[in-house]
């Protein structure tokens, strides 16, 4: 794939998720924002919590990268996705309907759910990974990056600004599905 066709899709999709996160999700009051649809279901904060969580470890990493191997001049043009990227991005894409559990390390507890928190460090991770990509065009999209899982699993770098890309959706499309529940519009 076309690096800079792939990195200007990448940013496109960021953009439409900071616009509707600001119109649909950003003013809601905390008791909307903390409701559950059922006990065994995340209500919106929790998916924003969830988000932050696995974010922001990449965007860390991201970071790294770019501090250890950011160049002046332009990388090569185009990327493959590494068979673990293309692996977790099946997982992850919005358009997958494969549900898998969040791993126990990114699942929100109520001591994550401090509402002016969690909002801010939610637009934080996405002005910090949309800066990221804007920039990518002069580090290796080859690079391997580590997982929070484990040393032994590696993604390249464009893997995880795709991966990780969808994943956000995936979890905003989460976050409004429960405002379309009937008795979220009865929350004040």
């Not at 996160?21 to 006990?39: F, I, N, R, V």
């Not at 990388?75 to 293309?86: A, H, V």
């Not at 929100?108 to 949309?130: A, G, M, R, W």
């Not at 999209?141 to 770098?157: C, G, M």
């Amino acid at each position: 794939m076309n690096i800079k066709t792939t990195r200007d899709s990448l940013l496109s999709q960021l953009a439409q998720i900071r616009q509707t996160y600001d119109e649909k999700l950003a003013t809601l009051s905390e008791q909307q924002l903390l409701w559950k649809p059922a006990p065994d279901r995340w209500g919106i904060l929790e998916c924003l919590a969830h988000l932050n969580m696995a974010s922001q470890y990449y965007v860390r990493q991201l970071q790294l990268k770019w501090e250890q191997n950011s160049t002046t001049g332009t990388q090569t043009s185009e990327f493959e996705m590494s068979l673990n990227g293309k692996l977790i991005l099946r997982f992850l894409d919005p358009k997958s309907t494969v549900k898998i559990p969040a791993p126990s390390m990114f699942k929100p507890k109520p001591y994550h759910l401090d509402v002016p928190k969690v909002k801010q460090t939610f637009v934080e991770i996405l002005e910090n990974f949309s800066n990221f990509i804007e920039k990518s065009d002069r580090i290796d999209w080859n690079l391997r990056v580590l997982s929070p899982f484990s040393t032994w699993l590696k993604f390249r770098l464009g893997d995880v600004l795709i991966f990780v890309t969808a994943h956000l959706q995936r979890h905003l499309n989460q976050a409004l599905k429960v405002m379309q529940e009937a008795a979220f519009t009865k929350v004040l």
